[in-house]
């Protein structure tokens, strides 16, 4: 599941889901639905938080 | 731009946006509004036209 390997790569990364809020710009609650797969983000979405995560997008589809 | 990324890699598969429509189960409509940035996909589309297309959805975002 997406929600799952963006949490793994946001761990990894040793980042809270508020600081990815702060760099990504979403809000903490998007990024909770997203990580427990209650929402599908958009393609800009995934951009936006893989930037902040700091991984390639691609990485959050392996 | 991820349009274009889908489109190179429709092409370069040498399928047709109906057949990819086919394939993925999305209307034609929906791969044109894709491929020309009107519209951004959620990841369960990528999923969809990059198992269409025979990619990793990862290529489309490189």
Same mark, same amino acid.
């Given at each position: 599941?997406?929600?799952?390997?963006? /949490?793994?790569? /946001?761990?990894?990364?040793?980042?809270?889901?508020? /600081?990815?809020?702060?760099?990504s710009? =979403?809000? /903490?609650?998007? #990024?909770? !639905? #997203? !990580?427990?797969?209650?929402?599908?983000?958009?393609?800009?979405?995934? =951009? =936006?938080?893989a930037?902040? #995560?700091?991984?390639?997008?691609?990485? =959050?589809? !392996?």
């Open positions: 599941m997406f929600g799952a390997r963006v /949490r793994d790569a /946001r761990m990894y990364a040793n980042l809270t889901q508020q /600081r990815v809020g702060e760099l710009g =979403l809000a /903490r609650a998007t #990024i909770q !639905e #997203i !990580e427990s797969g209650r929402a599908a983000p958009t393609v800009d979405t995934v =951009l =936006l938080l930037d902040a #995560i700091g991984v390639p997008p691609g990485v =959050l589809f !392996e």
